[in-house]
């Protein structure tokens, strides 16, 4: 059963979240020297990237970030989950981190990017000391969209990288498979907003996986999932 962690506001919620995540990262340094983390894109990790970026305990020159899912756009566009990441958290302190971006160039995520994209992961330290996921108001985390080309895949397989067009993904994305965001030592649900619990609360009902993809990581129990949740 996931446990759930209700904050008064965002800030609150953005602070408890980074002080969560950042012990993950010293922690993991502490055991092997270096820690990964990957994170989510869209409207919500704002203030909690900030928050974590601003901490100076933690020896960022050690850790290495990446995204549990992006669109398939340079990392110039708005839509980028990556330039989100770079402009919200790896500033100041967190400069200093690795980044590995999914986004390898192209139109599309073809066989080369996805090959390309696989190899990039390959080079982040596994398993990741955190994984961070949002997700939509359809019931998607990371880009696991209900009515994906390759929803089956990204559950099922073995991945590590699905492309991914969805009818409400907007443009192609690549997305970690669930069983790669699963190889982590601490797993997090970010969701803001009164709509989001609803959406939470359905999904935590009975249903199909595929009408609310993010039922693939509530029901699962290999991984206690943290779910941070503020108005
Ligand atoms: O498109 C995406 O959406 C989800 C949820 O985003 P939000 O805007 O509702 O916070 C996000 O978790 C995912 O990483 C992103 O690519």
Redesign the pocket.
């Known amino acids: 059963m996931p446990e759930r962690f209700d904050f008064p506001g965002k800030t609150e919620l953005a602070k408890a979240l980074a002080e969560a995540v950042a012990n993950d990262l010293k922690a993991g340094i502490a055991e092997r020297g270096v820690a990964s983390l990957a994170?989510?894109?869209?409207?919500?990790?704002g203030k909690f990237f900030a928050a974590l970026g601003k901490r100076k305990d933690v020896e960022w020159e050690k850790v290495t970030v990446t995204?549990?899912?992006?669109?398939w756009v340079p990392d110039t566009s708005d839509r980028s989950?990556g330039m989100l990441v770079n402009e919200k958290m790896l500033q100041g302190p967190a400069a200093s981190a690795h980044f590995v971006p999914l986004y390898q160039g192209g139109e599309e995520p073809d066989a080369t990017g996805i090959a390309k994209a696989d190899a990039a992961l390959a080079g982040v330290p596994t398993p990741f000391d955190a994984v961070v996921?949002?997700?939509?108001?359809d019931g998607?985390?990371?880009?696991f969209f209900p009515g994906g080309d390759n929803l089956a895949e990204a559950l099922e397989g073995d991945g590590p990288i699905v492309a991914m067009h969805a009818p409400g993904?907007?443009e192609a994305?690549v997305t970690l498979s669930r069983k790669r965001l699963l190889e982590t030592r601490s797993l997090y649900l970010h969701?803001?907003g009164e709509g989001?619990v609803e959406v939470l609360d359905k999904a935590m009902g009975e249903g199909p996986v595929e009408d609310m993809p993010i039922r693939s990581i509530l029901r699962q129990t290999d991984k206690p999932l943290n779910i941070y949740w503020c108005p």
């Open positions: 994170v989510s894109g869209g409207s919500t990790p995204l549990v899912d992006e669109r989950n996921l949002g997700m939509g108001n998607h985390t990371a880009s993904a907007g994305r969701i803001e989001k």
